[in-house]
């Protein structure tokens, strides 16, 4: 089945950033302030875990329509390993894009299952998508708010937070549309350079401005 995507987000304010600028802390503090967020990291999670319903067709489709790079396996007793996945799916763009194929759709079932859910309770849905540019759906959005920060700050938080090499991250930076571009396609910028507290303080003008929306 597919899904426009303005059909899907056109009443769902957009949540993105760059790996290490800070958007899952935005979208984690959103939630303790009673904001409904969904994240698609979640659904993607859920997507291929071996309890999800269409998990079997996943499986198949991994393993007779993507091209895994030689001497690489992420299966395992079909079982996904995330973090082998994650190490190819920077490496190579090409298994990226065929991975995408597969999975996008059932994220896209995943959310309006769960659009569906909170819209009866709520008037405005963050959606936290870290490749919102790169998917091309900057016009699919009510509104698009980007997490920001400088780029060393970003490769600092991201090395330590993932535990990775500062020149992996950097890898990663690469495999995303700059922030700067992101930017200036925003309708609301969240500034992440500062502390915890500046941040906070920033979310809460934030949820002032989303709220306008409504």
């Not at 995507?5 to 009673?34: E, M």
């Not at 904001?35 to 079997?56: F, G, M, Q, T």
């Amino acid at each position: 089945m597919k899904f426009d995507s303005k059909d899907l987000y056109g009443d769902v304010i957009g949540l993105t950033g760059v790996i290490g600028s800070g958007k899952s802390t935005v979208a984690d503090t959103l939630l303790s302030y009673g904001v409904p967020v969904i994240k698609a990291d979640d659904l993607a999670r859920i997507a291929i875990s071996p309890e999800y319903i269409n998990y079997n067709s996943i499986l198949s489709l991994l393993k007779s329509k993507i091209e895994i790079p030689s001497g690489i396996s992420f299966i395992f007793n079909n079982k996904i390993d995330r973090s082998r996945l994650s190490s190819i799916i920077f490496n190579d763009e090409n298994f990226r894009n065929q991975l995408n194929s597969i999975i996008h759709p059932e994220v896209q079932k995943l959310f309006l299952i769960t659009k569906k859910r909170i819209s009866k309770e709520q008037k405005q849905i963050v959606y936290d998508i870290p490749l919102l540019f790169e998917g091309q759906l900057q016009s699919s959005f009510k509104k698009i708010v980007v997490v920001y920060c400088d780029e060393q700050v970003a490769i600092e938080r991201a090395a330590t937070r993932m535990n990775i090499s500062r020149e992996e991250v950097k890898k990663r930076l690469l495999c995303q549309i700059s922030i700067e571009e992101k930017k200036k396609a925003a309708d609301y910028l969240i500034d992440n350079n500062g502390s915890i507290g500046d941040l906070n303080r920033n979310i809460q003008l934030f949820i002032k401005w989303l709220k306008q929306q409504e």
